[in-house]
């Protein structure tokens, strides 16, 4: 699996600059790159997640260049993610670009800590995009696509009451706050909510609070006006406004900080925003979806999260069980992401041995559902026969090897089951993205390839 955080094209006719760029960016995106506009028209064919274009760029070395590239994937894909490079003194012309159609611009000479945040932003706008495309393909492809028994897996007692309260909440427009442990779910359980609403048709905004800079996290869900703050060239509307008419998922709500408290709180009561920047109010129309893995209440007790917001947004509240709580859904949702690791990798169809599936139901699943998919993921892609077996297992689930860290080892072995643990949790916490797994322990793409090739993961 690839640790990049997707695939960027780069169109600049200065070698060096290009060089520059390539450099500083490789280690994070899967780069392409390009000196001239016919070159760039030629990669766009590749459609790449994002792009990074300059605005004079050769044959004629005029800002038209750049603008006729930028209307160029613009019409391949009106939702393409699009970022202008600008020299001094053209000004005018970025905006003219962002008036096109351009996510956002920076201007030369370059700062690599602005363009990655830009290109991070860039990327969070683009899965949005994908997704809320997605979402609109399923639910236009049956009747039945966008129903919660066909997103969730699972027989259990708990399973069933799940769904059952899905379905007494999915026609409120109150506030819903999903509660359980890292890896259960709980997007998965805000998404049929939505799908089974009346504002299926509409966008499904999913926000993951904890990602969110603190110095940004106002800006990226009320939006912000032109020259609110050193960068703001263009307003742009914020994750609620984007919602509109639809369902706003705010995930791990707990780490908003006291100022996102405070306005969230006037968000839903008055049902308007304003921008960061802004002098007026803007109406807004969301359902909100809100989901925890802490104890909100013991934070509302030491004072870090807002008691009346507490309460605003914890109107249902649905708890979401453990997967080791969910008594005989872990052979079913195993051979679920079997099926669908298969299909999307263009695999003949797999089966699990007896054995391994017994080995899949005596682990613990600390890390939960997204653990377990995570799990079988690897399964797939390293067996090459037809049924997969105990050996082909991530190594922290093949036989043997609770008796291995039962006996006395050394600390070089010590060090490294925990280090083993340690990446194990990491990446299930992440979904099985290695980037981000990365990012919360610290590690460059390096070490983090090492690591994984030394533990088989």
Same mark, same amino acid.
């Given at each position: 699996?690839?640790?990049?955080?997707?695939? *960027? !094209?780069?169109?600049?006719?200065?070698? +060096?600059?290009?060089?520059?760029?390539?450099?500083?960016?490789?280690?994070?995106?899967?780069?392409?790159?390009?000196?001239?506009?016919?070159?760039? $028209?030629?990669?766009?064919?590749?459609?790449?997640?994002?792009?990074?274009?300059?605005?004079?760029?050769?044959? @004629?070395?005029?800002?038209?260049?750049?603008?006729?590239? !930028?209307?160029?994937?613009?019409?391949?894909?009106?939702?393409?993610?699009?970022?202008?490079?600008?020299?001094?003194?053209?000004?005018?012309?970025?905006?003219?670009?962002?008036?096109?159609?351009?996510?956002?611009?920076?201007?030369?000479?370059?700062?690599?800590?602005?363009?990655?945040?830009?290109?991070?932003?860039?990327?969070?706008?683009?899965?949005?995009?994908?997704?809320?495309?997605? !979402?609109?393909?399923?639910?236009?492809? #049956?009747?039945?696509?966008?129903?919660?028994?066909?997103?969730?897996?699972?027989?259990?007692?708990?399973? =069933?009451?799940?769904?059952?309260?899905?379905? &007494?909440?999915?026609?409120?427009?109150?506030?819903?706050?999903?509660?359980?442990?890292?890896?259960?779910?709980?997007?998965?359980?805000?998404?049929?909510?939505?799908?089974?609403?009346?504002? &299926?048709?509409?966008?499904?905004?999913?926000?993951?609070?904890?990602?969110?800079?603190?110095?940004?996290?106002? #800006?990226?869900?009320?939006?912000?006006?032109?020259?609110?703050?050193?960068?703001?060239?263009? @307003?742009?509307?914020?994750?609620?406004?984007?919602?509109?008419?639809?369902?706003?998922?705010?995930?791990?709500?707990?780490?908003?900080?006291?100022?996102?408290?405070?306005?969230?709180? $006037?968000?839903?009561?008055?049902?308007?925003?304003?921008?960061?920047?802004?002098? =007026? #109010?803007?109406?807004?129309?969301?359902? *909100?979806? @809100?989901?925890?893995?802490?104890?909100?209440?013991?934070?509302?007790?030491?004072?870090?999260?807002?008691?009346?917001?507490?309460? $605003?947004?914890?109107?249902?509240?649905?708890?979401?069980?453990?997967?080791?709580?969910?008594?005989?859904?872990?052979?079913?949702?195993?051979?679920?992401?079997?099926?669908?690791? %298969?299909?999307?990798?263009?695999?003949?169809?797999?089966?699990?041995?007896?054995?391994?599936?017994?080995?899949?139901?005596?682990?613990?699943?600390?890390?939960?559902?997204?653990?377990?998919?995570?799990?079988?993921?690897?399964?797939?892609?390293? %067996?090459?026969?037809?049924?997969?077996?105990?050996?082909?297992?991530?190594?922290? !689930?093949?036989?043997?090897?609770?008796?291995?860290?039962?006996?006395?080892? @050394? +600390?070089?072995?010590?060090?490294?089951?925990?280090?083993?643990?340690?990446?194990?949790?990491?990446?299930?916490?992440?979904?099985?993205?290695?980037?981000?797994?990365?990012?919360?322990?610290?590690?460059?793409?390096?070490?983090? &390839?090492?690591? %994984?090739?030394?533990?088989?993961?």
């Amino acid at each position: 699996m690839s640790a990049s955080l997707g695939r *960027l !094209l780069i169109v600049d006719d200065d070698p +060096y600059l290009l060089e520059q760029l390539t450099w500083a960016l490789k280690g994070r995106f899967t780069v392409s790159a390009a000196r001239d506009g016919p070159q760039g $028209r030629a990669l766009c064919e590749a459609e790449p997640d994002l792009y990074l274009f300059d605005l004079r760029l050769p044959p @004629s070395n005029q800002v038209r260049e750049g603008l006729d590239l !930028l209307r160029h994937v613009r019409r391949r894909d009106p939702e393409a993610t699009v970022v202008m490079m600008s020299g001094e003194g053209e000004r005018a012309h970025a905006l003219e670009a962002v008036s096109l159609g351009a996510f956002d611009f920076f201007q030369k000479p370059i700062d690599t800590a602005e363009l990655l945040l830009i290109l991070h932003r860039a990327l969070e706008r683009r899965r949005l995009v994908v997704e809320n495309r997605e !979402l609109r393909r399923e639910a236009g492809a #049956s009747p039945a696509a966008g129903s919660p028994s066909s997103a969730l897996v699972g027989r259990s007692p708990a399973m =069933r009451r799940l769904l059952r309260e899905i379905e &007494k909440v999915a026609g409120s427009d109150a506030s819903v706050l999903l509660q359980g442990e890292s890896g259960t779910g709980k997007e998965l359980v805000a998404r049929a909510i939505h799908a089974s609403s009346a504002r &299926k048709d509409r966008a499904f905004v999913a926000v993951n609070a904890s990602a969110l800079p603190e110095s940004l996290a106002e #800006s990226e869900l009320f939006g912000h006006e032109k020259g609110a703050f050193t960068g703001a060239v263009a @307003s742009r509307p914020g994750r609620f406004e984007l919602a509109q008419g639809g369902t706003l998922f705010l995930d791990e709500i707990g780490t908003l900080s006291p100022a996102v408290q405070s306005k969230l709180l $006037r968000a839903i009561e008055s049902r308007e925003i304003e921008r960061v920047g802004g002098q =007026r #109010s803007i109406p807004v129309d969301f359902r *909100l979806v @809100s989901a925890t893995n802490e104890d909100l209440e013991a934070r509302v007790a030491d004072g870090r999260f807002r008691e009346d917001l507490y309460y $605003r947004i914890n109107t249902i509240p649905i708890a979401i069980a453990p997967l080791r709580e969910r008594e005989g859904d872990i052979p079913l949702l195993a051979e679920h992401f079997l099926e669908r690791v %298969c299909e999307r990798e263009g695999l003949p169809k797999k089966r699990f041995s007896a054995a391994a599936l017994a080995r899949l139901e005596a682990h613990a699943w600390r890390g939960n559902v997204r653990e377990l998919s995570h799990a079988v993921e690897l399964a797939v892609l390293f %067996c090459e026969a037809p049924e997969i077996g105990e050996e082909d297992l991530p190594r922290s !689930l093949r036989p043997g090897r609770a008796a291995r860290t039962a006996a006395p080892k @050394s +600390y070089a072995g010590a060090v490294e089951d925990f280090e083993r643990r340690l990446l194990t949790d990491a990446i299930a916490a992440a979904g099985g993205v290695k980037a981000e797994a990365a990012r919360r322990l610290g590690l460059d793409a390096n070490q983090i &390839k090492y690591l %994984c090739r030394k533990f088989g993961l």
